[in-house]
Nanobody, 123 residues
Framework: QVQLVESGGGLVQAGGSLRLSCAASGSSFSSYSMGWFRQAPGKERELVAHISWIAGRTSYEDSVKGRFTISRDNAKNTVYLQMNGLKPEDTAVYFC????????????????WGQGTQVTVSS
């Protein structure tokens, strides 16, 4: 069993930055591929970025490429999402999620989810 707890959300002006953290309990964190997802009001949850358990490979949704960076610290059982150049359309609840020993990270494939943290970007 893995518990995920996100933090770091908040209110920021357009162009600003936030760093989200997701702390995982339990063992074998390094064996999980981790994803950051977001869900805006009235919209479906979407994958923003993920980092593989193999070699730390990363992938990003097109709208955040060049602005967001996902990283992980396996010694601290934590995954991060550095968000720069934030835009009002980035406003959403951000969730982290984990999938055990798979490089496939999708909205429907994750094993564990956090409770989410609100990010609001004002114009």
């Amino acid at each position: 069993q893995v518990q995920l707890v996100e933090s770091g959300g908040g209110l920021v002006q357009a162009g600003g930055s936030l760093r989200l953290s997701c702390a995982a309990s339990g063992s074998s964190f390094s064996s999980y591929s981790m994803g950051w997802f977001r869900q805006a009001p009235g919209k479906e949850r979407e994958l923003v970025a993920h980092i593989s358990w193999i070699a730390g490979r990363t992938s990003y949704e097109d709208s955040v490429k060049g602005r967001f960076t996902i990283s992980r610290d396996n010694a601290k059982n934590t995954v991060y999402l550095q968000m720069n150049g934030l835009k009002p359309e980035d406003t959403a609840v951000y969730f982290c999620a984990a999938r055990f020993r798979s490089v496939v990270v999708t909205t429907t494939a994750m094993d564990y989810w956090g409770q989410g943290t609100q990010v609001t970007v004002s114009s």
